[in-house]
Nanobody
Framework: QVQLVESGGGLVQAGGSLRLSCVAS??????MGWFRQAPGKLREFVAA????????YYADSVKGRFTISRDNYKNTVYLQMNSLKPEDTAVYYC?????????????????WGQGTQVTVSS
């Protein structure tokens, strides 16, 4: 498995920005993703990126506001979150998918971080 450690969460006002980081170690993976889970809701896909090539994927709810990126030398993936809204409040999880092919369903991701809380106040 891949070991994942997230950081960068916090409290921010609506319209503000935060950047999350996820450092990966251990076995290699093909795709890195960010998911989030709000209180009382199911965990949902936010964004993903391929280590090789850097192709990115986004949920419709964050397109144009969030940017996922990676630093292959640092084995680190970032999620830059701009124009934050109260509905973005959630625990954000970093995840790794070993397979180069597959969906962005939770079950397709093999390793998970511990999560970092993001709270957006109105």
């Amino acid at each position: 498995q891949v070991q994942l450690v997230e950081s960068g969460g916090g409290l921010v006002q609506a319209g503000g920005s935060l950047r999350l980081s996820c450092v990966a170690s251990g076995r290699t993976s093909s795709v890195m993703g960010w998911f989030r889970q709000a209180p009382g809701k199911l965990r949902e896909f936010v964004a993903a990126i391929r280590w090789i090539g850097g192709r990115t994927y986004y949920a419709d709810s964050v397109k144009g506001r969030f940017t996922i990126s990676r630093d292959n030398y640092k084995n680190t993936v970032y999620l830059q979150m701009n124009s934050l809204k109260p509905e973005d409040t959630a625990v954000y999880y970093c995840a790794a998918r070993a397979s180069d092919s597959g969906s962005f369903a939770i079950a397709d991701f093999n390793s998970w971080g511990q999560g970092t809380q993001v709270t957006v106040s109105s």
